[in-house]
């Protein structure tokens, strides 16, 4: 009998108005998916990207035309996994979601968490960072005040008033910060950034260039004292091999790349091409974050806190101890909707 599928959008308010160098946001809207089979119930999130083209309802769309695709034996996951990244292009939200489901389904059924399936050790957890989005001074340094709790910093940049920005999270903070530039510069002047950021305690600039400047990428790799980690130029594994002239890392996100097993495709890519690896993620409840965390014994770099930047996360997800996600003995994702707890 095949799984019962139920998709749903969920309105998520942030704590903050969140701003990068595409825009603001202060709610996002994702659709939560459970799959039912054997007296279990595996849950998935999308969370849809105008970046990449997605929507809430460009989600429910895609879900209802990859449905079919998950009428197969569930204890083969890796099988279903494959066939939904085959059954349409683009739409890694959507794929993300079933394939997240899946893979707690097939947790809960055999009575593992999802890194034991994977032969992870959740001891080699990376530091994750906590994302603080461009403000005035004031309201930065309040975030950063609020940012206790997490000893890496990750600071969006934009193209205007990048010092003064910057200067305010480095006169509230001496911890480690990792800046993201979400496309905002051209490669001249994002050289003279990098080489500005790099004597203020700076540890990597993610995706200084827009994804689409492959010979501005090559030429900033080889003058940038920082190294560089591409984001929006990346989706899935076979992408990665013309990235490695141009970045010295990637970041990894389940919802661009479809999800889990097209995610550890793109970390073993990244690897043989000699690349670093972050594991990142969107804004995105602890279902997403968590699916994302199983994952985190892969990375040299973790930067997994959109259930942090939400007001109420509808599940309750893993603690974060001193920066570190503790993932526990919990089947598959290990997650828990707040209303059955
Ligand atoms: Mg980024």
């Not at 459970?34 to 769309?61: C, D, M, Q």
């Not at 059954?87 to 999802?114: C, E, M, Q, S």
């Not at 979400?182 to 990597?204: D, K, S, Y």
């Not at 690897?271 to 965390?293: D, F, P, Y």
């Amino acid at each position: 009998m095949p799984p019962q599928l139920n998709a749903r959008v969920i309105e998520l308010p942030l704590r903050h108005a969140w701003t990068i160098s595409r825009g603001t946001s202060t709610s996002k809207r994702n659709v939560l998916v459970e799959l039912r089979s054997g007296g279990h119930v595996g849950f998935g999130e999308a969370a849809p990207n105008v970046r990449y083209g997605e929507s809430a309802e460009t989600v429910l769309e895609a879900l209802s035309r990859l449905e079919p695709v998950l009428d197969g034996d569930l204890r083969c996951f890796r099988e279903l996994s494959e066939a939904l990244q085959e059954a349409l292009p683009g739409n890694g939200a959507a794929k993300a979601a079933l394939d997240i489901a899946l893979h707690d389904l097939a947790g809960k059924a055999l009575g593992a968490p999802l890194y034991r399936l994977l032969g992870l050790n959740p001891q080699r957890m990376p530091i994750t960072s906590f994302s603080i989005g461009i403000d005035e001074p004031e309201t930065l340094a309040r975030k950063v005040r609020e940012a206790e709790p997490y000893p890496v910093l990750k600071v969006k940049l934009g193209a205007e008033r990048v010092r003064e920005v910057f200067g305010a999270v480095r006169a509230a903070t001496s911890k480690v910060v990792r800046v993201d530039a979400n496309e905002a510069w051209g490669p001249q002047e994002a050289l003279e950034h990098i080489e500005w950021l790099a004597t203020q305690g700076v540890e990597l600039v993610e995706q200084p260039l827009p994804a689409a400047d492959v010979e501005g990428a090559k030429w900033l790799r080889a003058r940038s004292p920082l190294p560089l980690v591409a984001d929006e130029a990346l989706l899935r594994a076979s992408d990665v091999p013309r990235l490695a002239e141009g970045y010295h890392g990637i970041n990894v996100k389940l919802q661009k790349a479809g999800g889990i097993r097209e995610a550890l495709r793109t970390i073993d890519v990244a690897r043989a091409c000699g690349l670093k690896v972050m594991i990142g993620c969107m804004v995105e409840t602890s279902v997403g974050i968590a699916a994302a965390a199983h994952l985190g014994p892969l990375a040299d770099w973790l930067d997994l806190d959109g259930n942090l930047l939400l007001s109420e996360d509808p599940f309750i997800g893993h603690p974060v101890v001193e920066g570190r996600i503790q993932l526990g003995e919990g089947n598959g994702l290990g997650v828990v909707p707040r209303a059955a707890a």
